[in-house]
T-cell receptor
Framework: GENVEQHPSTLSVQEGDSAVIKCTYSDSASNYFPWYKQELGKRPQLIIDIRSNVGEKKDQRIAVTLNKTAKHFSLHITETQPEDSAVYFCAATLNAGKSTFGDGTTLTVKP | GAVVSQHPSWVICKSGTSVKIECRSLDFQATTMFWYRQFPKQSLMLMATSNEGSKATYEQGVEKDKFLINHASLTLSTLTVTSAHPEDSSFYIC???????????FGPGTRLTVL
């Protein structure tokens, strides 16, 4: 089955700095890669996603890049703010909608 | 956007009892729903894929007789934890596939505590 590895497990940055989280996946058939933000005790919220026919996608301060050949994708957050502090999960999804999640990255943005 | 609800949001029960959790897609039809379990400070682990009108597909290691899933309509899937034990205490989250292909909408989760 699919295996997703996510790094780093914790990340602390100063407000205004950039944050980068990286994920690798194993199944080349995965074609949809969402990123979720989860605050304590709440549901995961989709913040950005990318499909396998696209290499990069940007939405304001958030961007995602995908390297299909190397089977890795990354989340980039620029100009971080304290409210960006949360746990971020990447996922790799097959056609049937079945997602495998990374272990999560706890991002702390220090004011 | 698409809305998924879950009920109850939290439940405390005694060991040995059964608990039913409902997952509803409120403004769209979902032929496929997914059930996840999340332990504290851990990732979401897929338990099963629920398909409307057919049997659920369980992930390896998940006991289908303990975690009963019923997807009776295009807007409702239920997860019943039978004979719950303290080790079943967890955050259970459902998601429904809707809108764009493969995009999932998550319910708010149900926190189960078994005493």
């Amino acid at each position: 089955g699919e295996n997703v590895e996510q790094h780093p497990s914790t990340l602390s940055v100063q407000e205004g700095d950039s944050a980068v989280i990286k994920c690798t996946y194993s199944d080349s058939a995965s074609n949809y890669f969402p990123w979720y933000k989860q605050e304590l005790g709440k549901r995961p919220q989709l913040i950005i996603d990318i499909r396998s026919n696209v290499g990069e996608k940007k939405d304001q301060r958030i961007a995602v890049t995908l390297n299909k050949t190397a089977k890795h994708f990354s989340l980039h957050i620029t100009e971080t703010q304290p409210e960006d502090s949360a746990v971020y999960f990447c996922a790799a999804t097959l056609n049937a909608g079945k997602s495998t999640f990374g272990d999560g990255t706890t991002l702390t943005v220090k004011p | 956007g698409a809305v998924v609800s879950q009920h109850p949001s939290w439940v405390i029960c005694k060991s040995g009892t059964s608990v039913k959790i409902e997952c509803r897609s409120l403004d769209f039809q979902a032929t496929t729903m997914f059930w996840y379990r999340q332990f504290p400070k851990q990732s979401l682990m897929l338990m099963a894929t629920s398909n409307e009108g057919s049997k659920a597909t369980y992930e390896q290691g998940v006991e289908k007789d303990k975690f009963l899933i019923n997807h009776a309509s295009l807007t409702l899937s239920t997860l019943t934890v039978t004979s719950a034990h303290p080790e079943d205490s967890s955050f259970y989250i459902c998601s429904a596939e809707g809108g764009r292909a493969n995009e999932q909408f998550f319910g708010p989760g149900t926190r189960l505590t078994v005493l």
